[in-house]
Nanobody
Framework: VQLQASGGGLVQAGGSLRLSCAAS????????MGWYRQAPGKQRELVAG???????NYADSVKGRFIISRDGAKNTVYLQMNSLKPEDTAVYYC???????????????WGQGTLVTVSS
C-alpha cells in the first residue's frame, strides 16, 4: 500500500489548510486512517484518527479546529485544519491500517509527510 499525502504549505496564523492522503496498491480493508505530526525536537503524535464505522478522535490541542474525514470509495483521508496556530507547525504524516481478513493480520503504512508551517 502506498500513501500519497498533499496539501501542506505555509500559512499565516488563523488561516486554513486542507491535507489529503490517497491510498493505493493492494488494499484489503483500511480499518483505520489517521494523521500524525512531528514537530522539531518532539515525538510524533496522533492528531486525528478515523476508524471504519467508528467515531473520530482528536488530540486535545486540535479539537474544535481540525476535522478529519474519509472517502471510502477513493481510499482517501482528509484533514481540514482551521484557525491554525504557530504551534501546529510540523511535518504531518498520514497512516493507514490495512487489514487482511484471510490472514487476520493488520499492517500500518505511512505516507511521506507533508510540511505545514504556520507563521505568527
Amino acid at each position: 500500500v502506498q500513501l500519497q499525502a498533499s496539501g501542506g504549505g505555509l500559512v499565516q496564523a488563523g488561516g486554513s489548510l486542507r491535507l489529503s492522503c490517497a491510498a493505493s496498491g493492494t488494499i484489503f480493508r483500511l480499518n483505520f486512517m489517521g494523521w500524525y505530526r512531528q514537530a522539531p525536537g518532539k515525538q510524533r503524535e496522533l492528531v486525528a484518527g478515523i476508524p471504519v464505522g467508528g467515531s473520530t478522535n482528536y488530540a486535545d490541542s486540535v479539537k474544535g479546529r481540525f476535522i478529519i474525514s474519509r472517502d471510502g470509495a477513493k481510499n482517501t483521508v482528509y484533514l481540514q485544519m482551521n484557525s491554525l496556530k504557530p504551534e501546529d507547525t510540523a511535518v504531518y504524516y498520514c497512516a493507514a491500517d490495512n487489514y487482511a481478513p484471510t490472514a487476520m493480520t493488520s499492517h500500518t503504512y505511512w505516507g511521506q509527510g507533508t510540511l505545514v508551517t504556520v507563521s505568527s
